[in-house]
């Protein structure tokens, strides 16, 4: 079953997506566990001391930048519109300067696309730290911290 699958089936009924911050920690357990029984992997992006709006271009500039040099397909974004042109013009300064013309992205709804749930609850386990990292240990794959 592919994991898109088998993350909707961790929905409750009339839920829409998983926002991990809206759950109970027994049910961030029980999410997270199954989320690391996936074959899916995460890489986590820390930008410490700047403002959340200058955070977030490092962070994607930096993602755009690796998705490019990996060569991936494409990249898919959670949707927000107040940020979306920016993003756009981020993710195509990133495509000219690192060589890739072919790499598709674009903005989606969190309930369009079941893999943002992923980085939804790695995210928030980093921000809340502690046992809460170490449970979300076995998808992340690489830990990148710019200051």
Not at 77 to 95: F, K, T, V
Request: glycine content about 4%; some cysteine; charged content about 30%.
């Amino acid at each position: 079953m592919h994991p898109n699958e088998l993350l909707r089936d961790l929905l409750k009924p009339g839920q829409r997506r998983i926002h991990f911050k809206s759950e109970s920690d027994s049910r961030r357990r029980q999410i997270l566990s199954s989320m690391c029984a996936l074959d899916v992997r995460v890489s986590v992006w820390v930008v410490k001391q700047r403002p959340d709006k200058e955070a977030r271009l490092l962070s994607l500039g930096a993602l755009a930048e690796e998705a490019v040099r990996a060569g991936a397909a494409q990249l898919i974004i959670e949707r927000d519109e107040s940020l979306e042109r920016a993003d756009r013009r981020l993710i195509a300064d990133a495509i000219r300067r690192f060589g890739s013309s072919e790499m598709q992205y674009r903005h989606v709804a969190p309930h369009e696309h079941p893999l943002l749930w992923v980085s939804d609850a790695v995210a928030w386990c980093y921000s809340n730290g502690g046992d809460w990292i170490r449970r979300a240990d076995a998808i992340v794959e690489s830990r990148v911290t710019r200051l």
